[in-house]
């Protein structure tokens, strides 16, 4: 089993900058892809951001946060990071960090081949 935990989420003016963090544990060794989702009210769970950890520097973006979002690792710390910045108001939503062991490569941003996910945290950004 795989847990994950997030944190780093608050409320920003529009314009500003969060990161969150994505702390793994358990057995992750065949974990291959760990992703950042996000879902507003009334609105489906959607695909951010998403990193191949089985090795190299593998990732893929939503075109909605591409040039805003940067995903990445740090290996020792089994930890994921989300660095969001020029947050807009359309980015306002719970964001999930979730795993998987596999799948197809052209649908990583779908949240339905997920094994693992953890408990969210609120981003909120004001206009």
């Known amino acids: 089993q795989v847990q994950l935990v997030e944190s780093g989420g608050g409320s920003v003016q529009a314009g500003g900058s969060l990161r969150l963090s994505c702390a793994a544990s358990g057995y992750t060794y065949s974990t291959n892809f760990m992703g950042w989702f996000r879902q507003a009210p009334g609105k489906e769970r959607e695909g951010v951001a998403v990193i191949y950890i089985g090795g190299g520097t593998t990732t893929y973006y939503a075109d909605s946060v591409k040039g805003r979002f940067t995903i990445s690792q740090d290996n020792a710390k089994n930890t994921v990071y989300l660095q969001m910045n020029r947050l807009k108001p359309d980015d306002t939503a719970m964001y999930y960090c979730?795993?998987?062991?596999?799948?197809?490569?052209?649908?990583?941003?779908?949240?339905?081949?997920?094994?693992?996910w953890g408990q969210g945290t609120q981003v909120t950004v004001s206009s």
């Open positions: 979730a795993a998987r062991n596999g799948g197809l490569i052209s649908r990583l941003l779908e949240p339905s081949g997920y094994n693992y």
